[in-house]
């Protein structure tokens, strides 16, 4: 046996070390003994018999003949080309009811799904079902519930279409929740959708003037009230969007949340405004960076402020798969029917890696998603947080030239500390 590579020791006070293990997400504290000190300093000769097992498990010490960087790459190969599952995201209309002061998609002119396009995704799909063990589809736009009528059409093929080759299907909506109304709702359940994801930016004030319908109108008060009832029929996840202008008042979410049962019964999580899309370039000045955004939470955090986020969502994980740009079973499907790999770049010129009027795809624009190798990156395969990111957004990559570290490189000691006190049940 030898140590991990990838455990990361914290001083967590006199008489004990916090020790996490990036590649596994493991935490643990340990007593400051002779053989602790051997294992930190990367030796295992110490380690008690009965000890080994539960480090091993842990990811804190691996057998010799095992590099962990192989495991790391029979990780992301493993998800980045596996044929178990298609992902689909589906654009049903460009259009949208809302005006977002940060959005990032070109709203000059909007399209609708045509029936030619639907029967050629309903063509596109079928011959890749005797491929795959499930299906699972993400309806984006626009605001795909103003094309609802889109959606339960192509469901109800794609539900039969699965139901007759024995494929697992999975539906989600990403939604701004305004039209999620309960007859919507009904309908949605009708058709497999099983979770939504809608966001909220703040109190009704705030998140009014960053979201508000394209008149000006608000939507927070119709948005909570229609979450109020879908909890009951939808796994929800509430996304709120943050940025230098909003991040304190988002905070006073919690309360609003807790008070319409929400918090409890919804996945929340924090999302950045980000400047590098075309879009956002001019609100470059209101963005945070994945670390300064960690760090302002982690504050919070450690002055036992109480966030809509729960710490547990905070927790770093290790990434075990690849993002779906990278994924081999994984499309953007615009409605005109042409085909991208991320969410960022659909109808952008150029960024197409084909459609669903081509016979063959545009390698050039797949493969310069796919080729993307974060192992080829010297920095990347000597760094300690490389399971936490694998590379980041690939987007990201391929407009700077670069990876782009993520927030936990720069305060990942600190998480440690905060989440190993609340093992340890102490203050700091």
């Known amino acids: ?18 020790a996490y293990n990036a590649l596994t997400g493991g935490l643990a504290t340990f007593e400051r003994t002779r053989w602790v000190e051997t294992l930190r300093s990367g030796r295992v000769e110490e380690i008690p018999p009965d000890k080994a097992s539960d480090l091993a498990a842990g990811g804190y010490v691996v057998e010799d003949q095992v590099d962990e960087l192989d495991v790391l790459k029979y990780r992301r190969d493993a998800s980045r080309f596996s044929n178990n599952q ?26 609708d799904m045509s029936e030619d396009t ?13 491929e795959v063990r499930r299906l699972v589809v993400v309806w984006f736009g626009g605001e795909p519930l103003l094309a609802a009528e889109t959606i339960a059409r192509l469901s109800e093929v794609l539900i039969g279409d699965c139901r007759d080759r024995a494929v697992e299907y999975s539906s989600h909506v990403v939604t701004n929740g305004y039209n999620l109304t309960p007859s919507m709702v009904t309908a949605l359940k009708g058709v497999g959708v099983n979770r939504i994801q809608v966001t909220l930016d703040g109190p009704a004030e705030v998140h009014d003037k960053r979201r508000p319908l394209r008149g000006g109108e608000p939507t927070f008060e119709t948005i909570v009230a229609n979450l109020s009832e879908a909890r009951r029929a939808f796994k929800i996840t509430l996304r709120i969007t943050v940025d230098r202008k909003n991040f304190n008042d988002a905070l006073r979410l919690r309360g609003i949340l807790q008070s319409q049962g929400l918090l409890e019964d919804c996945y929340v999580h924090l999302g950045a405004t980000q400047h590098h899309t075309p879009a956002c370039s001019a609100l470059a000045d209101d963005c945070f960076g994945w670390a300064e955004l960690n760090d302002r939470m982690l504050q919070l ?4 402020t109480e966030l809509p986020v729960s710490p547990e969502h905070l927790y770093p994980r290790p990434h075990m798969g690849c993002c779906s740009a990278t994924n081999s079973q994984a499309v953007v499907v615009y409605p005109d029917g042409r085909l991208f790999k991320c969410f960022e770049t659909v109808g952008l010129p150029g960024e197409a890696t084909g459609s669903l009027y081509e016979s063959r795809p545009n390698l050039k624009h797949t493969l310069k998603w796919m080729a993307l190798d974060v192992f080829q990156v010297p920095t990347c395969r000597r760094c300690k947080v490389l399971p ?41």
């Open 1 to 18: 046996m030898r140590a991990s590579d990838y455990t990361i020791w914290v001083d967590l006070n006199e008489t004990r070390w916090a």
């Open 86 to 111: 298609l992902a689909l995201t589906i654009m049903p209309t460009t259009r949208c009811n809302f005006s977002c002061y940060y959005c990032y998609q070109d709203r000059s002119q909007t399209i």
């Open 118 to 130: 639907k029967r050629r995704l309903i063509e596109f799909i079928r011959p890749k079902l005797a």
């Open 388 to 428: 936490l990111c694998l590379g980041g957004c690939p987007r990201r990559w391929l407009q700077e030239g670069r990876p782009v570290c993520m927030g936990w490189k720069a305060n990942l000691q600190r998480w440690i500390l905060y989440y190993a006190r609340r093992l340890a049940g102490t203050q700091a």
């Open 301 to 304: 955090l450690e002055q036992g």
